[in-house]
T-cell receptor
Framework: GDSVTQMEGPVTLSEEAFLTINCTYT??????LFWYVQYPGEGLQLLLK?????DKGSNKGFEATYRKETTSFHLEKGSVQVSDSAVYFCALSGDTNAGKSTFGDGTTLTVKP | SAVISQKPSRDICQRGTSLTIQCQVDSQVTMMFWYRQQPGQSLTLIAT?????????ESGFVIDKFPISRPNLTFSTLTVSNMSPEDSSIYLC?????????????FGDGTRLSIL
């Protein structure tokens, strides 16, 4: 079945540092890929998405590129802020799973001033 | 995008009791899902709520423990029955609009449940 593997966390960075959170996947067919963010006390929110190979999703300074050859969708941000502290989930979804999404384990990011 | 209201936002319950969580969406949606998120862990899908019929449960989850209703296209409930401390978790409702399964899900803010 489908699976998503995220880099193990937690990740602690200083403000303005560069962020990379790795995500790789296995899936049948051609899934869409997502990054969700969960702030403390809240549900998950969509951060960005990519629906086909070589697509780049971007939002709020975060970027991720759908790499079919390496089955990866790594999340990057050039300069993190304290307000980016949250849990980040990589996920995939597609036609083969009747609308159900597969989520990674989540990576907790803490940004210190 | 759909706006989801989940109630209650949190509760503290005694073991052996049951709690019903409500999920209300501001528009008709195709699919509604219930997840459990245990402390510091990822999401585990409990079931897909089907409108007008029995929910579809994932492996490890049964209807007697987690009865689900979905009377229409905008509302669903999840009941956590005969609760024990192991049921302490965040329970999340999510929805998928339309028939394009490549679209993201939209989540409620969750119900934080503690069992004493």
């Amino acid at each position: 079945g489908d699976s998503v593997t995220q880099m193990e966390g937690p990740v602690t960075l200083s403000e303005e540092a560069f962020l990379t959170i790795n995500c790789t996947y296995t899936a049948t067919g051609y899934p869409s890929l997502f990054w969700y963010v969960q702030y403390p006390g809240e549900g998950l929110q969509l951060l960005l998405k990519a629906t086909k190979a070589d697509d780049k999703g971007s939002n709020k300074g975060f970027e991720a590129t759908y790499r079919k050859e390496t089955t990866s969708f790594h999340l990057e941000k050039g300069s993190v802020q304290v307000s980016d502290s949250a849990v980040y989930f990589c996920a995939l979804s597609g036609d083969t799973n009747a609308g159900k999404s597969t989520f990674g384990d989540g990576t907790t990011l803490t940004v210190k001033p | 995008s759909a706006v989801i209201s989940q109630k209650p936002s949190r509760d503290i319950c005694q073991r052996g009791t049951s709690l019903t969580i409500q999920c209300q969406v501001d528009s008709q949606v195709t699919m509604m899902f219930w997840y459990r998120q245990q402390p510091g862990q990822s999401l585990t899908l409990i079931a897909t709520a089907n409108q007008g019929s029995e929910a579809t449960y994932e492996s490890g989850f049964v209807i007697d423990k987690f009865p689900i209703s979905r009377p229409n296209l905008t509302f669903s409930t999840l009941t956590v029955s005969n609760m024990s401390p192991e049921d302490s978790s965040i329970y999340l409702c999510s929805v998928l609009s339309g028939t394009d399964f490549n679209q993201p899900q939209h989540f409620g803010d969750g119900t934080r449940l503690s069992i004493l």
